[in-house]
């Protein structure tokens, strides 16, 4: 049987029309599920950059978790705690319009970041109890309670963006964890930000001195001189170690978190 151009044409449309709205109406049943999970993810990385959670603990813990999480918006030039939703913020958004945010200074151009938006987020971390919450021995080296502000970070690595955190001290100016979630450097050279054994040579780091400036700083491989604020680089990636010490005076500075880590620190 043959069929003519025409009805091949309007067969072939019609299926395409038909997959079209499948494919339309499988995104659009799956989005609350995808915006669930990304909300979970970024919790899980809050989380682990302040030590309150392993990677393999499980999505109801994280989410009994957070309930003791502060996610508080913060207007950047002042360091004041502002009122509003900070659900409904997006600062990636924000810092792509020019009357709602500003160009970062000169001396960051290197972290491809480009404007900073006027409101940021923070999230103040107060958990009480995580031996208990956990299902801990009393006598278990975990700590019991954890009290921390967690401080998103972004900026460009070697091959493009890294998102991460990091935590810091109530005051600010202690290093108490830090994670990247997100990231394209090169698996065993810059890729290892996500090393365990090189994330846990940052905690009890200054981040601060006290001024409020930045002190922090990751150095070649081998080369710290300075232990208390200096932390050992990557074998082989210098740019992603240089990236990474970039972004953290960037976002730990006047520029960007300084001034809200000035009003818990005390610092002028």
């Known amino acids: 049987m043959e069929f003519s151009n025409k009805y091949i044409m309007g067969f072939t449309l019609i299926l395409c029309l038909v997959c079209a709205l499948g494919v339309s109406a499988t995104a659009v049943g799956l989005k609350p599920l995808q915006d669930k999970n990304k909300l979970l993810f970024k919790q899980k990385n809050v989380l682990l950059a302040a030590g309150a959670i392993d990677e393999g603990d499980s999505n109801e813990l994280v989410a009994q978790l957070f309930e003791q999480i502060t996610q508080v918006i913060i207007e950047r030039e ?27 200074p000169s001396e960051f151009r290197r972290t491809m970041v480009k404007r900073i938006s ?12 995580l031996k208990k919450i956990k299902g801990l021995a009393a006598d278990h080296e975990s700590p019991d309670t954890i009290e921390c502000l967690v401080i998103p970070i972004r900026g460009n690595g070697l091959w493009g963006p890294m998102f991460g955190f990091i935590a810091l001290s109530p005051d600010g100016k202690t290093v108490r964890g830090i994670t990247y979630y997100q990231h394209k450097e090169t698996p065993g050279l810059g890729g290892e930000v996500d090393n365990p054994s090189w994330k846990a040579l940052w905690p009890g780091k200054v981040a601060l001195d006290d001024t409020g400036k930045p002190v922090i700083s990751v150095v070649k491989a081998g080369a710290v001189q300075n232990p208390e604020f200096e932390v050992d680089g990557m074998s082989g990636a210098t740019i992603t170690s240089k990236s990474v010490s970039n ?22």
């Not at 006027?118 to 109890?129: P, R, S």
């Not at 972004?247 to 002028?268: C, E, I, N, R, V």
């Open 78 to 104: 002042t360091g004041k705690v502002v009122e509003g939703d900070p659900e409904s913020i997006d600062t990636i958004k924000l810092s792509k319009d020019s009357s709602t945010s500003e160009p970062i």
């Open 247 to 268: 972004m953290l005076h960037l976002w730990l500075g006047d520029a960007g978190f300084g001034p809200y880590l000035k009003t818990k620190s005390g610092a002028q």
């Open 118 to 129: 006027h409101q940021v987020l923070a999230y103040e971390v107060n958990i009480k109890g």
